[in-house]
């Protein structure tokens, strides 16, 4: 086996191997040189021979072997094996290792040595690997050591007992009056010690805290020495006498006058005269300065200086380097909604930092910019962060679309404006607005009456010009389809009048239906649009039967019905296809957690009966795969059962308006249904709980026809509200609910709810109807179901 080498040649060795595998077997025969020699005895080489494992370790190869060489080194009287020792310790032993356990009591030995650099070492050590039981131990010793007159032990003593205060917090206590003690020192280092002991205990002790609040007359004089000092070459960076021990201060001054008036209004000057006198052109200015502005945001400071931390953070914003510009934006998007007049001095500041080339940087410019919209500056910051949109990084172009559509929501200062701003926004980042943007927009251009026709004729001239951007194509293709009329008429006085025809219309419906670009939604838009304008054009509804005809046989499943649907309009309801396919009322927006016409989780939850005008019923036409049995309410009938549709609003687009003068039921297009006149039949009592009752009236329309009429009474003495009926019935029976005559029934009987279900059973099956009752009373939520298996007052035919 060969000889060891010395360090310095093996270092030269390992770093002139060619190979990863020629390395390996350098260090290998080093290791095993090295194990040899601490089998030894009388072994004069051990510090050499621990120096180099020591680097073998460093390169990443295992040295677990050399921890209780490390072990009789620290127990050694020599300082040069100490020295390596401890060293070697604090590399290869951790508070897990059991053999650290063994040299407890040599760091308490070396705690009372006469030689402070050997007590330095101790320190060291104890504050690098100490475990908890170790801390518990020597923790007097540590004490003792924080008041000796020596000031080099009293900097490592203080900094030892952060590492005990963090691993035993009760031990706390135990430094709180040598921790006071020195901040009466002169030496910078036992007071950086020091005041990063304090700030331990204060964090974790909010009774030490109070007691520590009284010390801030002391770290004022403190800092203000450090800020009025001259020049210290011992001390100086920068310009800045002892840039360290200010900021260290600072941080304390923010703990203490955190939530406490007294505190704070004493260290209000010296925060003054530290941001006024502070030199911000050198990086170490500007952490001074850093610390004092979140020292002034986060105590109970006066607002000129709180105004005077904001000018600072605007003065980091024009800082070059882009690590201050960030910070600077990161501290003024936390103070933006209390400070918010103070933030908006430097809007123009913020804006331009949208321009930045780093991608952090954009980002807290764009969420800072956002946070500073108001009413006052909606045109301007808009302009900008359009702008900032047409040419943002694609991960945030959805973020950005996202801010921009709540602050236009939040503070548009007309409909016009804010229909202008979103179809801008569709235009330039169509593919990255969220799924809710069409619905909202289009809700928003049917209540804005007086904006039809400017926003149709705007709408066709996107449509014409791109047809990629889907969610454009979509709205677009709901507002030809609602306002083709008016697009036609070609008189709008808000933008220039264009001529279109039919033709023209007709054309662009039919590229988006035939485009590879447009989704199965979009086709879907472009379709029930085409089908819409067959009403409200006189020249072309034989070419629009022939578009619709056409996709009778499509591939999508949700497309052909709807084709197949609107065949059976012209065919056999074609005297109805007006009313069917009227312009659509207003729409009303949705409350959180609903969705139109689909189930989300419990499905009779969240079918909602609308809130309209009796007469103006609307019918969903539901997809495919949502015709399934949404609802099993009738449990083990032999029937399967199918849900009353949701009367309530849907997607644009999906609804088909009906009138009541149409006559008849349209739930099944392609079914045959005739009207015919009512006749009336007895009122029978079918529900009784608690003061709410429920009579039943059914009237014929026609051999398999019925009208039911639910009527509901109130004789408790409070009022009942979120009043609600909800039907199923057998699967082969047709079931209509129209609109409900209210949603509340007052007390004492004095109003009624009236809601009428027309049925109709083709297949004249043994008819059965389970009512779902739901309401609040006195703040609570009731419900309850009842089955109707008799129709009174209706005679064998079927029913």
């Known amino acids: 086996m060969s000889p060891s080498v010395p360090l310095q040649e093996m270092i030269r060795a390992i770093r002139s191997a060619r190979t990863q595998c020629e390395e390996r077997g350098v260090i290998q025969r080093e290791c095993a040189a090295i194990r ?5 005895a009388d072994n004069g080489g051990r510090s050499h021979n621990l120096a180099k494992l020591l680097y073998v370790h460093m390169l990443g190869y295992p040295a677990h072997f050399g921890q209780m060489e490390c ?8 300082y040069s094996e100490k020295r390596v020792g401890y060293l070697g310790a604090m590399m290869l032993l951790d508070e897990k290792q059991d053999a650290s356990l063994l040299i407890t009591n040599s760091i308490k030995n070396d705690l009372s040595h006469s030689n402070q650099y050997v007590q330095s070492l101790a320190l060291c050590t104890l504050a690098c690997m100490g475990s908890a039981e170790m801390c518990r131990d020597l923790a007097p010793e540590i004490d003792r ?19 005990i205060v963090r691993k035993v917090h009760d031990l706390g206590e135990l430094f709180a009056p040598a921790a006071r003690s020195l901040l009466a020192e002169k030496n910078h280092g036992v007071l950086h010690g020091a005041v990063v002991l304090i700030i331990e205990l204060c964090e974790r002790n909010p009774e030490t805290l109070e007691r520590f609040r009284k010390t801030v007359p002391d770290l004022v004089q403190i800092m203000k020495g ?5 020049y210290s070459p011992e001390h100086d960076v920068a310009g800045i006498s002892d840039p360290f021990l200010q900021v260290r201060i600072l941080r304390l001054l923010r703990i203490l006058g955190h939530n406490n008036e007294g505190a704070s209004d004493a260290m209000n000057d010296l925060l003054a005269q530290v941001a006024t006198n502070t030199d911000s052109t050198k990086t170490v200015g500007n952490a001074v300065l850093y610390e004092t502005v979140l020292t002034v945001l986060d105590i109970k400071s006066e607002s000129g200086l709180r105004v005077l931390a904001v000018n600072i953070l605007g003065r980091f914003l024009l800082n070059n380097d882009r690590n201050i510009r960030y910070i600077a934006m990161t ?13 908006q001095r430097h809007r123009g500041t913020i804006v331009d930092c949208l321009k930045d080339q780093d991608a952090s940087v954009k980002r807290r410019a764009l969420e800072l910019s956002l946070a500073l919209v108001s009413a006052s500056n909606i045109r301007s910051m808009m302009k900008e962060l359009l ?9 945030l172009k959805a973020h950005s679309t996202s801010g921009i559509f709540n602050a236009a929501e939040r503070y548009a200062p007309s409909q016009r404006w804010h ?11 169509g593919g990255d607005v969220r799924d809710e943007t069409v619905p909202n927009l289009i809700q928003l251009i049917t209540n804005a009456s007086e904006l039809h026709c400017y926003t149709v004729h705007k709408l066709y001239r996107a449509l014409l010009t791109d047809i990629s951007t889907q969610s454009l194509v979509q709205v677009a293709c709901w507002c030809i389809g609602e306002y083709g009329d008016l697009l036609l008429r070609g008189e709008c006085q808000e933008t220039e009048p264009v001529q279109v025809t039919e033709d023209d219309v007709l054309d662009a419906l039919e590229t988006v239906l035939q485009s590879h670009m447009s989704s199965p939604a979009t086709r879907g838009f472009a379709l029930t649009a085409t089908m819409k304008l067959s009403t409200r054009i006189t020249e072309n509804v034989d070419r629009i039967r022939s578009i619709v005809s056409i996709y009778g046989s499509c591939i999508d499943v949700e497309l052909q019905q709807r084709a197949v649907e609107y065949n059976a309009l012209f065919k056999k309801y074609d005297h109805m296809r007006a009313a069917v396919l009227e312009r659509m009322p207003v729409i009303e927006k949705n409350s959180p957690g609903h969705t139109n016409g689909e189930s989300m989780g419990d499905a009779i939850k969240d079918i909602q009966p609308a809130k309209m005008k009796q007469g103006e019923p609307l019918l969903a036409l539901q997809p495919a795969n949502q015709v399934c049995d949404l609802l099993d309410l009738l449990g083990g009938s032999e029937e399967t059962l199918q849900p009353s549709p949701a009367t309530g609003p849907a997607v644009p687009g999906l609804l088909i308006n009906t009138a009541s003068t149409a006559g008849g039921d349209l739930l099944d297009l392609l079914g045959g249904l005739e009207p015919a006149l009512l006749a009336p039949a007895p009122t029978v009592p079918v529900y009784e709980n608690e003061g709410v009752t429920l009579t039943l009236s059914c009237e014929k329309q026609s051999d398999t026809g019925l009208t039911v009429t639910l009527t509901a009474s109130n004789s408790t003495d409070s009022d009942i509200s979120s009043f609600t009926l909800q039907a199923a019935v057998p699967k082969s029976v047709q079931l209509h609910m129209k609109a409900p005559s209210g949603d509340s029934l007052p007390a004492r009987g004095t109003a009624k709810v009236t809601q009428m279900v027309v049925l109709n059973n083709p297949n004249k099956v043994n008819l059965k109807m389970r009512v779902r009752i739901s309401y609040s009373s006195q703040g609570s939520a009731f419900q309850d179901t009842v089955q109707i298996d008799s129709f009174p007052g209706l005679n064998a035919a079927g029913h």
């Open 419 to 429: 229909i202008d701003t979103i179809l801008h926004v569709l235009t330039t980042a």
């Open 145 to 163: 050591l924080l008041r000796a007159s020596n000031s080099y032990i009293k900097k490592k003593a203080a900094l030892c007992a952060v590492h």
């Open 387 to 395: 702008l900032f949109l047409s040419s943002c990084p694609a991960e």
């Open 226 to 230: 450090l800020v009025l000092s001259g």
């Open 71 to 78: 072990v009789r080194m620290i127990a050694s009287p020599r």
């Open 36 to 40: 040899a020699q601490f089998r030894q």
């Open 331 to 343: 501290s003024l998007q936390k103070i933006v909604g209390t400070d918010h007049n103070a933030v």
